[in-house]
């Protein structure tokens, strides 16, 4: 092969996909729902979601169900278009959701590779420690986890941020088990507001952003919603706590050389992010992996400058799975990600893009959003989010692009993020906290205050009604 021939090759080879996606709208859904194809694709979605609810119970890692319901779905979309003699859509259709994914995956790896590195130079713990070394009574100790969930979480995720929290509440509280249970509550439902007003505190939200729908700064309309949306279930708690101040915990822990450099540049990296998505118009993604490779680049410095070639680095095993007294290594960031969550995002992602194209989403956008009005479907996509997770819902919202205005595209957004408070198993931060609080915060227990915080859920709408000036 010649020179020439082999350039040609190679531009048809990087021109290729691209044209592909950029035909993906000229690829419509069929109306399959009422044949064996979509029957068959719908029961398969529902036992595989089935199997991911009961994650806890059956031990069985969320996205081994979804993916593999993902292929045999998109196996009956594609024998669905054949039977009807169109062999080339379903293939266009499903690269369409593929780079959807992968905008989602990377954007989402810069961001778990930065809160995996925080936690690995102490961060987080840290804070921990100067929080229960501070001889606070039991209700300050609540105020301030759930405000700090509330603030942490539009830059970490909610789950992190969840996380650290509950470690503060049981460090400072575990024989106390009422304490610890209403103490978790707070933090979920803190979490899980302040998420709702950050392009980057949820999975939604991101979701919502990158699609274009609302801009950057139009998510800080959430912001006094999603604040009642905490406080209300809060103040109601917070009576049930008693005045008792316990024994402080002595804990010091330093942040190791670099975390608070790691810090500023994460926020640099967000800004680089949005800068790309508002001003450049590219991929919010692009802007994050630029982050990424700048915090790859001061990792070799940190390793660098750890390094000692005399130490055998053997022993205890560290948090990010390198031996004790090793340099720092970036790689053992970058695989601490959440691979189970980013492979049950394509899952999910796949499944819903495979019922959309066999004619669903048209049916249930048709039933939802024509049938209810835009804003009864939106305040019915929180309770769905706190059935199932919210991620596959507001894909599916997504995927069904009713006309709406900003402010009911914020609305959905503020109820798919909160929603999922309702119930202990209607959020990431509200499962983990199970395992890493079990026996004081269960379903039932959180299940006793559900009322509350619908009473917050309800509140949250009001305001954001009233701010936005939408007629119900």
């Known amino acids: 092969m010649t020179r020439i021939s082999l350039l040609i090759s190679t531009f048809a080879a990087l021109l290729l996909p691209s044209l592909a996606f950029a035909s993906a709208d000229a690829a419509s859904p069929i109306d399959m729902t009422t ?85 690995e130079r102490d961060v987080f713990a840290a804070l921990r420690a100067f929080l229960v070394s501070k001889g606070l009574s039991l209700k300050s100790i609540f105020w301030l986890t759930g405000l700090l969930a509330f603030f942490i979480s539009p830059i970490a995720d909610n789950l992190t941020t969840a996380l650290v929290m509950a470690a503060v509440v049981m460090a400072v509280a575990r ?56 406080l209300v279930p809060a103040a109601i708690m917070v009576m049930f706590i008693p005045n008792e101040v316990p024994e402080a915990v002595t804990e010091q822990v330093q942040v190791k050389q670099g975390g608070f450099v790691i810090i500023a540049m994460f926020l640099c990296t967000i800004a680089l992010a949005v800068s790309f998505h508002s001003v450049l118009h590219l991929p919010s993604m692009l802007g994050m992996m630029t982050g990424l490779g700048l915090l790859k680049l001061y990792g070799y410095w940190l390793k660098k ?36 969550t980013l492979m049950f995002f394509y899952g999910v992602i796949l499944c819903v893009g495979g019922l959309g194209a066999l004619g669903y989403l048209n049916l249930t956008s048709h039933l939802m959003y024509d049938q209810l009005g835009a804003s009864w479907a939106n305040i019915l996509v929180g309770f769905l989010s706190a059935i199932v997770d919210n991620i596959p819902v507001m894909f599916a919202v997504l995927s069904m ?31 983990a906290l199970m395992g890493q609080a079990r026996g004081a915060y269960t379903f039932f227990g959180h299940l006793k205050w559900t009322w509350a915080i619908f009473l917050g859920y309800a509140a949250s709408i009001a305001v954001h009604y009233w701010i936005s000036g939408m007629a119900f």
Not at 324 to 336: N, T, V, Y
């Open 175 to 230: 024989d106390n088990v009422k304490f610890v249970s209403i103490g978790c509550i707070n933090i979920v439902v803190a979490a899980n507001a302040g998420g709702a007003f950050s392009p980057f505190g949820d999975i939604t939200t991101l979701m919502v952003w990158q699609s274009g729908l609302v801009h950057f700064q139009e998510f800080f309309a959430l912001f006094f919603p999603s604040l009642v949306n905490w």
């Open 401 to 431: 692009m009713p006309e709406m205005s900003v402010n009911q595209w914020l609305l959905v957004t503020l109820t798919a993020g909160v929603g999922g408070s309702l119930l202990s198993i209607g959020s990431a931060a509200g499962v």
């Open 35 to 119: 044949t064996w194809f979509g029957i068959s694709a719908l029961v398969i979605f529902v036992f595989a979601y089935a199997l991911v609810i009961g994650e806890e119970m059956l031990h069985l890692r969320k996205s081994k169900p979804v993916m593999v319901a993902a292929g045999v779905i998109w196996i009956l979309v594609a024998l669905a278009f054949n039977s009807v003699g169109d062999t080339h859509s379903a293939h266009t259709l499903v690269q369409h959701n593929i780079l959807e994914y992968a905008e989602l995956l990377l954007f989402l790896l810069a961001a778990m590779t930065y809160v995996n590195t925080m936690e």
């Open 305 to 340: 400058s750890e390094f000692n070639f005399e130490e055998s680095f053997q022993g205890n095993t560290q948090l990010d799975g390198s031996p004790q007294g090793a340099p720092f290594d970036i790689f053992h960031q970058l695989q601490r990600s959440e691979w189970d």
